[in-house]
């Protein structure tokens, strides 16, 4: 009883892996987050995927973020992670970076993948900072972005 009170008054993350059940909660998360957003039933056809490896965060009752990448045998590809705004800058995607990269590694990846766009400030610093290298690049890949480049990124798994 005291474990549940706490946790649904609980001001902390907790990060745990994303079911099927969280659909909706990502996708609304995710809209908020990119110009482009998945719908709920995007959402759930991935977390019943069984390549996807998916985790949230969690305070009291509130999803405040998520990662979702795919592994196919030794390689993976980061597909989306978000952090809601008022909880961005405290180290979370960080920690959802740490735990699925992880998680993908006792899957079997030896080679993390993903894009991101070049003017995503907080995005490059989180991914450079965990390791991950440019491999590649797509010029004038996002509209919205006026035009900047998709960066492909890429970090081994040791
Ligand atoms: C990118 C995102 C997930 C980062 O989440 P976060 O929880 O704020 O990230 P963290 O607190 O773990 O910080 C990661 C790095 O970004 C930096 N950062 C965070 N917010 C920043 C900001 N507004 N401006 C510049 N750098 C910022 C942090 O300082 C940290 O870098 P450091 O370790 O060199 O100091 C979040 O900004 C977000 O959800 N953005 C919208 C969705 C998105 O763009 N996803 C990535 C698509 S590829």
Do not use: C, T
């Not at 909706?24 to 987050?33: D, I, M």
């Not at 990119?34 to 069984?50: I, V, Y």
């Amino acid at each position: 009883m005291i474990g549940i009170v706490s946790r649904l008054f609980a001001r902390e993350p907790v990060l745990s892996d994303a079911r099927p059940g969280d659909a909706r909660a990502l996708a609304a998360l995710h809209g908020a987050s990119f110009h482009r957003g998945w719908s709920d039933g995007e959402f759930e056809r991935l977390l019943f995927d069984r390549n996807i490896v998916a985790h949230r965060a969690v305070a009291g009752r509130s999803l405040i973020g998520f990662i979702v990448s795919r592994v196919v045998l030794e390689e993976a590809e980061i597909l989306s992670i978000a952090v809601a705004s008022p909880r961005r800058g405290s180290g979370l995607a960080r920690q959802l970076l740490d735990i699925n990269l992880r998680r993908l590694a006792g899957l079997g990846a030896r080679s993390v993948f993903l894009e991101v766009d070049e003017s995503n400030v907080p995005a490059l610093r989180l991914y450079r900072r965990a390791g991950f290298r440019e491999v590649g690049r797509r010029k004038a890949y996002y509209p919205a972005g006026h035009g900047s480049a998709a960066l492909i990124l890429r970090r081994d798994l040791v």
